[in-house]
C-alpha cells in the first residue's frame, strides 16, 4: 500500500525540511541533497534521522536516475508559495 498522496504534500526531511523523493516500490523517502535514505515500514515513514541511511555515489546517481526515468516528483515545491497575481491579471483571487 502506498502512502497517502496528502501526507507526501506536507512530508519533509527532519534534517533540513526539503522535499523528499519516494520511492514507492522500494519503499524508501530520500533526501538528494543530503544523500539520506528514511525506510517506509508497513506503510509508516520512519522519520528519524539517527535512522536514516546515508547513501554513496552509486547509488545517488542510481536514485536520481530512476526518479527521472519514472517520473517521480518532490514531495512538496521547496520554492516557495507562488507570488500573487497582479490585479487586473485576470485571476479572481487577486
Same mark, same amino acid.
Given at each position: 500500500? !502506498?502512502?497517502? %498522496?496528502?501526507?507526501?504534500?506536507?512530508? $519533509?526531511? *527532519?534534517?533540513?525540511?526539503?522535499?523528499?523523493?519516494?520511492?514507492?516500490?522500494?519503499?524508501?523517502? @530520500?533526501? %538528494?541533497?543530503?544523500?539520506?535514505? @528514511?525506510?517506509? #515500514?508497513? +506503510?509508516?515513514?520512519?522519520?528519524?534521522?539517527?535512522? #536514516?541511511?546515508?547513501?554513496?555515489? &552509486?547509488?545517488? &546517481?542510481?536514485?536520481? $536516475?530512476? $526518479? !527521472?526515468?519514472?517520473?517521480?516528483?518532490?514531495?512538496? +515545491?521547496?520554492?516557495? *508559495? %507562488? !507570488?500573487? !497575481?497582479?490585479?487586473?491579471?485576470?485571476? %479572481?483571487? #487577486?
Amino acid at each position: 500500500m !502506498a502512502l497517502d %498522496p496528502r501526507l507526501l504534500e506536507i512530508l $519533509a526531511c *527532519p534534517k533540513d525540511k526539503g522535499p523528499l523523493l519516494y520511492f514507492e516500490d522500494e519503499d524508501w523517502l @530520500y533526501n %538528494p541533497r543530503l544523500r539520506l535514505r @528514511y525506510r517506509v #515500514a508497513d +506503510d509508516i515513514p520512519v522519520m528519524l534521522i539517527d535512522e #536514516a541511511e546515508t547513501l554513496g555515489d &552509486e547509488e545517488h &546517481e542510481r536514485l536520481l $536516475a530512476k $526518479a !527521472a526515468q519514472e517520473g517521480i516528483r518532490p514531495t512538496f +515545491d521547496d520554492r516557495g *508559495p %507562488p !507570488a500573487p !497575481a497582479a490585479p487586473g491579471s485576470g485571476d %479572481p483571487t #487577486a
